[in-house]
T-cell receptor
Framework: GESVGLHLPTLSVQEGDNSIINCAYS??????FIWYKQESGKGPQFIID?????DKRQGQRVTVLLNKTVKHLSLQIAATQPGDSAVYFCAENSGGSNYKLTFGKGTLLTVNP | DGGITQSPKYLFRKEGQNVTLSCEQNLNHDAMYWYRQDPGQGLRLIYY???????QKGDIAEGYSVSREKKESFPLTVTSAQKNPTAFYLC???????????FGSGTRLTVV
């Protein structure tokens, strides 16, 4: 998993397995969190978001979990596919300001066929 | 289709030159941002603008300049004062009340 401020970690999974990517955030005032996916040479793409009044949100094959007690965010990808290989970033609106996000350094997910 | 467009995709700069990276959006977003990304690093904020004719420095503004004369456009100039400009530059936009950013596809700048 990743923590804002650490070097880029990597996660390698087999196709069809579930993936869990972690993120620790530091600002207890943050109330909005987003996961982005960035493929090589491209801009980040929005995957899923969650507000601090929720602890779980599901999308298509993805689930975000928020644990405010320990300031931890995770992204779960079900039935991981080769097309899921990318760098995944978490972002938070540090200080509760929606117009400026703070990004983690990302986790490189590699899916092996 | 609405989106955010960065150009050029690749840019080469000689030392001592200023170069300008273009960012245009037709999403009607009020806020726009410029980030720099280095290998294995997260996104670092250069400048951001919440409204037309107003912008603020981010964490690494030295050696960069911006303008916001139109809502749709937020060009970034990398000046000769930026000592290590080789990087991947990302532009983004957002509606502040909604939080999430839409990113462009990036410009890779290389100093030759």
């Amino acid at each position: 998993g990743e923590s804002v401020g650490l070097h880029l970690p990597t996660l390698s999974v087999q196709e069809g397995d579930n993936s869990i990517i972690n993120c620790a955030y530091s600002n207890s005032a943050s109330d909005y969190f987003i996961w982005y996916k960035q493929e090589s040479g491209k801009g980040p793409q929005f995957i899923i978001d969650i507000r601090s009044n929720m602890d779980k949100r599901q999308g298509q094959r993805v689930t975000v979990l928020l644990n405010k007690t320990v300031k931890h965010l995770s992204l779960q990808i079900a039935a991981t596919q080769p097309g899921d290989s990318a760098v995944y970033f978490c972002a938070e609106n540090s200080g509760g300001s929606n117009y400026k996000l703070t990004f983690g350094k990302g986790t490189l997910l590699t899916v092996n066929p | 289709d609405g989106g955010i467009t960065q150009s050029p995709k690749y840019l080469f700069r000689k030392e001592g030159q200023n170069v300008t990276l273009s960012c245009e959006q037709n999403l009607n977003h009020d806020a726009m941002y410029w980030y720099r990304q280095d290998p294995g690093q997260g996104l670092r904020l250069i400048y951001y603008s919440q409204i037309v004719n107003d912008f603020q420095k981010g964490d690494i503004a030295e050696g960069y300049s911006v303008s916001r004369e139109k809502k749709e456009s937020f060009p970034l100039t990398v000046t000769s004062a930026q000592k290590n400009p080789t990087a991947f530059y990302l532009c983004a936009s957002s509606i502040p009340s909604r939080g999430g950013y839409t990113f462009g596809s990036g410009t890779r700048l290389t100093v030759v």
